[in-house]
């Protein structure tokens, strides 16, 4: 699973953790799934609080050569998790509710 929070040094990163060992909170929102070929979907949550900055943004994880987050699963990988953002059209605002 992927885990996005508001946090300082490692927390600032998308967290990738295997299932079931990263405890979600109660005001974490999940964003979506991750689609990949061959894997089970990957879900992805961000912490509520960091979802207010984000809602009105399209979000992609991507890896990069890097130093991962020290207790995220890419960490001895020599890549590292980021969050590209746009700001969402105003067809996709629409479709989502939102102002």
């Given amino acids: 699973m992927f885990h996005q929070s508001g946090g300082c040094c490692d927390g600032s990163?998308?967290?990738?953790y295997p299932a079931g060992e990263f405890r979600i909170g109660e005001r974490d929102v999940h964003l979506g799934d991750l689609g990949i070929d061959g894997i089970?979907?990957?879900?992805?949550?961000?912490?509520?609080?960091q979802?207010?900055?984000?809602?009105?943004?399209?979000?992609?994880i991507d890896v990069v050569p890097g130093r991962g987050s020290g207790f995220s699963l890419?960490?001895?990988e020599g890549v590292r998790f980021l969050i590209r953002s746009r700001l969402l059209t105003e067809a996709e605002l629409?479709?989502?509710?939102?102002p």
């Fill in 51 to 60: 979802f207010e900055y984000w809602k009105h943004t399209h979000l992609t």
């Fill in 94 to 98: 629409a479709a989502f509710g939102l």
């Fill in 40 to 49: 089970e979907p990957v879900p992805v949550w961000m912490s509520g609080s």
């Fill in 13 to 16: 990163a998308p967290m990738c």
């Fill in 74 to 76: 890419e960490a001895p």
